[in-house]
C-alpha cells in the first residue's frame, strides 16, 4: 500500500512536471536584436518568454571588443600596440591572441596575423598602420620588390608573445592584424553571453559570421542560406544547423583590378602576394565562430583536393568550395563533415 501511495504521488510529481514544462513551451516565443557594428550589420533572433535582452547590451558588448581588437579605432589597444613594443592585454586582445597562435601553428604559419605591414602596402585595410584614417580612397600601385622584401622581413608572428600581463614584439615595425579572427571572436563572445543567460535557443549574425544554439523549441533546425559567388548565377547553398558556426570568404570579395588584373585582398604572407587560386569561395562550418573565420581564408593556398583532404582529417571541419575547375567552369565540392548540414 505505501508502495503504491509512492508510486502515485511520484505519477502526479511527474504529470505536474510535464505540464508546467508544457506551459513554459507555449510561452516562448522569438525575438529580434538588429544594428549596425564593425563597418556591418548583425542580426539576432533567440527564442525566450520576453525580450529580456536589449540592443544597447549587445552594443555595448561590441564597443568593448572594438576598443581592443579594431584597427579602425584609433585608440583601441591593438593600434596602441602597434605603436609600441609592449602592451598590458586585456581578456579579450589574450583570447584572440592565443587562439591564433594555436591556427598560426596548425596552418604553419599561412594564418598569420603578423601579415598588416603586407596588407597596407598593397592598400587595404585601415590607410595607416594605426587606423586614423576610416578609408583611403586612392589605392597604391602594387608593390616593387624592394618594398615586398622590407615588410616581409617583419611577417614573422612566432615573436609575439605574452610574456605575463603583457604582450611583446621586438619592434615597433611589427604589426599585428586580428582583422581575419576578430568578427568570429566576437560572434562568440555574444553567443556565450545569451547563453550564460540561459537562452538556449538563439542563432547570430555579424556580416555573414554565425553561430547557432538549437535546436529551435518546436524541435525544428536553424535554416542558413548562403550566397554563392557571383559568377555562378546566383547559387544559393542551403544547410540545416543545431548547433556550430558557419563563415564564409570569397577570393573575389573585397578585391580591385589592376592593369586588368585581379588583386584580392586575400595575402600569401609567406610570399608577400595576394593569392591566386583557382577556389572562388570557401565555407567552413566549425564548433566556434572565431575558428571558422580564422580557417575561411587559409584554403586559397591549397589546391581544391589538399583543402578538403586538410579540413576534414587535419583541422576536423566542414568544408564547402566553388572553384574553377580545368576548362574555366564552376564547380562545388564538400567533405564529409560539411555535407551533413547540406541540404542543397
Do not use: C
Not at 597562435?101 to 604553419?108: D, G, P
Request: a positive charge; hydrophobic letters at 40%; glycine letters at 6%.
Amino acid at each position: 500500500m505505501l508502495k503504491s501511495i509512492k508510486l502515485f504521488f511520484v505519477g502526479v510529481f511527474s504529470l505536474l512536471l510535464n505540464t508546467l514544462f508544457s506551459f513554459a513551451q507555449t510561452q516562448v516565443n522569438l525575438h529580434y536584436i538588429k544594428g549596425f557594428a564593425q563597418g556591418t550589420s548583425y542580426n539576432i533572433q533567440y527564442y525566450a518568454s520576453s525580450p529580456f535582452i536589449s540592443k544597447s547590451n549587445i552594443d555595448s558588448i561590441l564597443s568593448e571588443i572594438d576598443n581592443s581588437l579594431s584597427l579602425y579605432v584609433p585608440n583601441s589597444l591593438i593600434n596602441i600596440f602597434n605603436d609600441r613594443n609592449v602592451i598590458s592585454y586585456d581578456k579579450h586582445l589574450k583570447n584572440v591572441f592565443v587562439t591564433s597562435k594555436n591556427i598560426y601553428r596548425k596552418s604553419e604559419g599561412i594564418f598569420n596575423p603578423s601579415v598588416a605591414p603586407l596588407v597596407k602596402i598593397w592598400g587595404f585595410g585601415p590607410s595607416q598602420p594605426n587606423g586614423r584614417d576610416i578609408q583611403d580612397k586612392q589605392y597604391p600601385k602594387p608593390p616593387i620588390n624592394e618594398q615586398l622584401k622590407e615588410a616581409l622581413n617583419f611577417i614573422n608572428f612566432r615573436s609575439v608573445k605574452l610574456q605575463g600581463t603583457y604582450l611583446k614584439k621586438p619592434t615597433n615595425k611589427q604589426q599585428v592584424d586580428f582583422n581575419g579572427i576578430a568578427q568570429g571572436y566576437t560572434v562568440d563572445v555574444v553567443y556565450n553571453y545569451f547563453k550564460s543567460l540561459g537562452v538556449n535557443s538563439l542563432m547570430i549574425e555579424l556580416g555573414g559570421e554565425i553561430r547557432v544554439a538549437g535546436p529551435k523549441p518546436n524541435g525544428d533546425s536553424f535554416i542558413v542560406v548562403i550566397e554563392g559567388p557571383p559568377q555562378y548565377s546566383g547559387k544559393q547553398m542551403v544547410v540545416k544547423m543545431v548547433n556550430g558556426a558557419i563563415t564564409s570568404s570569397g577570393i573575389y570579395q573585397n578585391g580591385r583590378y589592376e592593369d586588368g588584373k585581379w588583386i584580392s585582398h586575400i595575402i600569401n604572407a609567406k610570399l608577400g602576394i595576394p593569392v591566386q587560386s583557382k577556389i572562388i569561395s570557401a565555407t567552413v562550418y566549425a564548433n566556434e565562430a572565431i575558428l571558422a573565420d580564422a580557417l575561411d581564408q587559409i584554403f586559397y593556398t591549397y589546391s581544391v583536393d589538399k583543402a578538403i583532404r586538410m579540413a576534414q582529417r587535419k583541422f576536423k571541419i566542414g568544408l564547402f568550395l566553388f572553384y574553377k575547375d580545368e576548362d574555366g567552369n564552376i564547380q562545388t565540392i564538400s567533405n564529409r563533415r560539411f555535407q551533413k548540414i547540406l541540404i542543397n
